[in-house]
């Protein structure tokens, strides 16, 4: 197959500077938590992209000198010649599918806690540091350090050059960089030149751009990734005021403007929170006031708006995080005309979450990302059949939908069955909940591929007992058949049944899903789950009219969407819905038409009216029949069952993307003999030094 031609713009190439980009899609910047701690493992990811079609391959954040340590986050840095050959061997793998390497130079400023260099924080003026609200004060930088950092920046634009890097990026967005906090008034007071005035306070970004332009702009492109507005209104930067003005007063300086909104909250907003494309209203005029290309992001998942934005003389190049993690193979994919096998990222920010967790990314739609090089998976590719065989999967969620999809990749016969009408599992049920009909993708990408393979029956409404298991004279089961929400009110804080946990008028998640309702108006939620669902269930009661309270016993609500960068938002939603928050509150007995909470900050308990309570809590495997195949296996004189696995959430009820990155293992461990025992991947190992001689 061969590219439709409506997508031909996407493929041409463009000028950037003195280099050029092979196409229009642009990998931005994007944290994975790997970088320096884990550099093959990031090596490799990078190389998938570039190999998927990718034009442009950037690193993400790349700290240069020691002043501007990262630590704890694992991104890249550059402070010495030792770090050439990591960031080296990134551009040999980028450079050897003919894209760009492109490399962000950046210095986090007055919140970067130097955890590790030890080194005095420097802003444009001394403050108390944000960053986990540490009790880390940084220094105003006068202008000995102010000449240091521009020195430091020169000479890293010209090591990333002899690296071999393409495009060196300066950085001022995100509310995240020194430039970007000289930018801002609320954080800039300054009275020397560096303050006051907005070409004041934009000099030190124009410095740095042009330094580096001097330096190395004659071999590499040196662009800016800028965000025109930090949406808070006239505290920040607004794109139709000075966000306007700075990208104007700097119009022709860069080779290309990649542009944004800050802070990372609001750039990487999540499909419950922002449609794709959204940014663009923010970014618009920037094509109309330079005359050099122009990038920008917004999860672009389809190649129709992606061409769209081009068209309307929005952006020149598709700028992609999100959506190249979720598919590496997406430019290639378009290219080859087979749009239907594009894996839509689905916006949940799953690999954001584990990235400030500061653990290797992980993608709900791509299991095999992060896992390149330590697992050797290919995001498109699974290793043949060793052998003949038939593998049963009970259960169509996402690790029994994975399961099928990638044992089927490998030739296997596979019968997948499922108790419902619908496939999906939990992604169906949830992709109904306000907000997240994006879920569906994880569904509908398997089910797609899915269909194209002779070799995987599906079974619906077909519900199997232990007995029609074994029928089935598989040669592999898998049993995939989820999990329950718990209606005791068992989870984090409470480890024994909530009294008055088993009325009537307690309900659950599944309940909900299910189609029943409260039958009073008063609703209370206890949260002890802290991620999304306690929140949706909330916002969609709430809009069917109930009154709904949200307890939960942590001092925030939703407490893990602070990884998901969701928090703010989530929280504002709820606000908005009517929804009653109540933090430090602990769930201490049910009675009829009432709650006892115990409010751990006035220390006492207090009432609330609920005609009915809604546990998330926690999750219980749904493993009975696991047991049960299992001991008719054990008690059989002959079968040819070779293996019996769980997968997903029948293993240990977690994320989606656990399911689905289980049900993958599954598939690229058929067949294998492993030891659980053993390490289930190659590791980074730290070159130690030489003991000195004779010291002790
Ligand atoms: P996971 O996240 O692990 O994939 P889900 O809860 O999303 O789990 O999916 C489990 C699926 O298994 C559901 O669609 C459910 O209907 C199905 N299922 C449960 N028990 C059986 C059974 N005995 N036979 C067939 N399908 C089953
Ligand atoms: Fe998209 Fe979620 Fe994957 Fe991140 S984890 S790339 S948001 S699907």
């Known amino acids: 197959m061969t590219r439709d031609p409506r997508y031909d713009i996407l493929f041409e190439p463009l000028k950037i500077g003195p280099k050029t980009a092979p196409n229009r899609f642009y990998q931005v910047p994007h944290c994975n938590g790997m970088g320096r701690v884990y550099p093959n493992a990031m090596v490799g990811m990078r190389g998938m992209k570039a190999q998927g079609g990718w034009g442009i391959v950037c690193t993400e954040q790349c700290d240069f000198y020691a002043s501007g340590d990262a630590s704890p986050y694992a991104e890249t840095n550059m402070w010495d010649k030792g770090d050439e050959v990591y960031l080296g061997r990134m551009c040999e793998e980028v450079h050897k599918y003919g894209s760009l390497a492109g490399i962000e130079l950046v210095h986090n400023g007055h919140d970067t806690p130097n955890l590790y260099s030890r080194e005095v924080p420097i802003g444009p003026m001394h403050r108390p540091m944000n960053w986990s609200m540490a009790p880390i004060q940084a220094r105003a930088m006068d202008k ?174 598709i700028g992609a995080a999100r959506p190249s993690i979720a598919d590496p193979f997406l430019p290639n994919k378009v290219e080859e005309g087979r749009l239907e096998d594009i894996r839509e990222c689905i916006g949940c920010n799953v690999c954001v979450g584990w990235t400030q967790m500061t653990a290797p990314a992980r993608c709900t739609q791509n299991p095999t990302f992060s896992e390149e090089w330590r697992k050797d998976w290919h995001p498109e590719s699974l290793p043949p059949a060793e052998a003949d065989g038939h593998v049963l999967i009970v259960g169509s969620g996402p690790s029994g939908l994975e399961a099928a999809r990638a044992v089927g990749l490998r030739g296997y016969q596979v019968t997948l069955a499922e108790a419902e009408d619908e496939l999906g599992g939990r992604v169906t049920r949830e992709s109904k909940l306000p907000g997240l009909s994006a879920w569906a993708r994880v569904r509908d990408y398997r089910v797609g591929q899915i269909q194209k393979m002779t070799n995987v029956e599906i079974y619906r409404a077909s519900r199997l007992s232990a007995e029609q298991v074994l029928e089935l004279g598989a040669d592999h089961i898998a049993i995939a058949t989820g999990a329950t929400w718990r209606r005791d009110g068992y989870g984090r804080n409470l480890t024994s049944p909530v009294p008055g946990s088993d009325a009537g008028h307690v309900l659950t998640p599944d309940d909900i899903l299910n189609g029943s309702r409260p039958s009073g108006k008063n609703v209370l939620i206890f949260d002890d789950d802290h991620y999304y669902m306690a929140s949706v269930m909330a916002e969609l009661l709430a809009s069917e009219g109930y009154e709904v309270s949200l307890a939960t016993p942590m001092p925030t609500i939703a407490t893990f969407m602070t990884h998901t960068l969701e928090h703010g938002a989530n929280q504002d939603r709820l606000l908005e819905s009517g929804v009653a928050l109540l933090p430090n509150a602990a769930l201490e007995a049910i009675e009829s038409g009432k709650a006892r909470l115990f409010d751990d900050i006035l220390g006492r308990t207090v009432e609330r009216d609920a005609d009915a309570v809604l546990m998330v809590t926690s999750r219980t495997p749904n493993d009975g029949l696991y047991h049960e195949v299992q001991q008719a296996l054990e008690a059989a004189s002959d079968t040819s069952v070779q293996t019996l696995s769980r997968i997903g959430d029948c293993q240990a009820p977690g994320i989606i993307a656990t399911s689905v990155y289980e049900g993958h293992r599954f598939a690229r461990d058929l067949g294998k003999t492993v030891d659980p025992v053993d390490v289930p991947f190659r590791r980074e190992r730290i070159a130690i030094e030489q003991a000195a001689g004779g010291a002790g």
């Open 144 to 317: 000995q350090d102010i000449r240091d950092y521009r020195r430091a920046h020169r000479q890293a634009a010209i090591r990333a050059r002899d690296i071999g890097f393409d495009l060196v990026i300066v950085y001022a967005g995100h509310d995240g960089t020194v430039p970007s906090h000289f930018l801002a008034k609320r954080h800039n007071q300054r009275t020397d030149e560096y303050g006051g005035s907005l070409e004041n306070r934009l000099r030190l970004f124009r410095e740095l751009l042009e330094e580096a332009k001097d330096a190395v702009g004659h071999d590499v492109a040196v662009t800016a990734r800028f965000a025109v507005d930090e949406m808070m209104g006239p505290d920040g930067l607004e794109w139709h005021a000075e966000g306007r003005e700075a990208v104007e007063m700097l119009a022709e300086i860069p080779d290309l403007w990649d542009v944004n909104v800050a802070d990372w909250d609001n750039d990487s907003k999540t499909s419950r929170f922002a449609p794709e494309g959204y940014q663009e209203e923010y970014v618009a005029f920037v094509k109309q006031v330079t005359t050099k290309p122009v990038s920008t992001v917004g999860r672009y998942t389809s190649p129709d708006a992606m061409i769209s934005a081009i068209k309307r003389g929005i952006v020149d190049l």
